[in-house]
């Protein structure tokens, strides 16, 4: 899913989704905040291995990458749809 294709990333909306085993970071670095997903567990569906329960977090660039919000989804699309909403909202300052 994110493997380096010609020196670039994958990237989704603008910004770029690399993966390393189980972690997968969305977001660019220079931004306030970035997603970042652990998968903890996957099942097997149709005969392919796919994720599913999965942490979802809001990382702080500028504070070490604080956690400042954190989730446990079920399957890659519920986690990957909450947090780009959840980003989206924190990088116009429109936190809850």
């Not at 652990?38 to 956690?67: F, R, Y």
Request: net charge negative.
């Amino acid at each position: 899913m994110a493997e380096k294709v010609k020196g670039k990333y994958l990237e989704y909306k603008g910004r770029p989704l690399v993966r390393s085993g189980n972690t997968i970071y969305y977001g660019n670095m220079q931004d306030d905040y970035v997603l970042l997903f652990v998968i903890m567990t996957t099942k097997v569906e149709e005969g392919h291995e796919v994720p599913d329960m999965i942490v979802v977090q809001i990382l702080s660039t500028k504070e070490d990458n604080k956690i400042v919000k954190q989730d446990v989804k079920r399957g890659f699309y519920d986690a990957f749809d909450t947090g780009v909403i959840w980003l989206e909202r924190y990088l116009c300052g429109n936190v809850d």
